[in-house]
């Protein structure tokens, strides 16, 4: 599966920006798709995820309440709408797909293939 990341950019805290991931290829294959982050020195870390096998939307803490993830099937799209944007969520957001179990959504390891990064930048 080959995917594509798009939409991001330079927002104002408290402004909204959405991402897009376009899945490609095997879709048949997977089963799922998330939202991961990596801030500069840190550890990449789950954002937001949906399974359409299995079921379920998850969210990180720091993202309830604030972003929304959803799926567009007939564009094999899975999209991040993320609102109230502070600076602290700066970072390089990365869209994974692969067949996560309940235990394995939050991990990196529960994702088999990754976008290339779309950078997001919150200014204060």
């Known amino acids: 599966v080959q995917l594509q990341a798009s939409g991001g950019g330079l927002v104002q805290a408290g402004g909204s920006v959405r991402l897009s991931c376009a899945a490609s290829?095997?879709?048949?294959?997977?089963?799922?798709m998330g939202w991961f982050r990596q801030a500069p020195g840190k550890e990449r870390e789950f954002v937001a995820a949906?399974?359409?096998?299995?079921?379920?939307?998850y969210y990180s803490d720091s993202a309830k309440g604030r972003f929304t993830i959803s799926r567009d099937s007939a564009k094999n799209t899975v999209h991040l709408q993320m609102s109230y944007l502070k600076p602290e969520d700066t970072a390089v957001y990365y869209c994974?797909?692969?067949?996560?179990?309940?235990?394995?959504?939050?991990?990196?390891?529960?994702?088999?293939?990754w976008g290339q990064g779309t950078l997001v930048t919150v200014s204060s």
């Open positions: 290829g095997s879709i048949f294959s997977i089963n799922g």
């Open positions: 949906l399974r359409w096998r299995g079921g379920g939307i």
């Open positions: 994974g797909a692969g067949r996560p179990i309940t235990s394995s959504v939050h991990s990196v390891s529960g994702y088999t293939s």
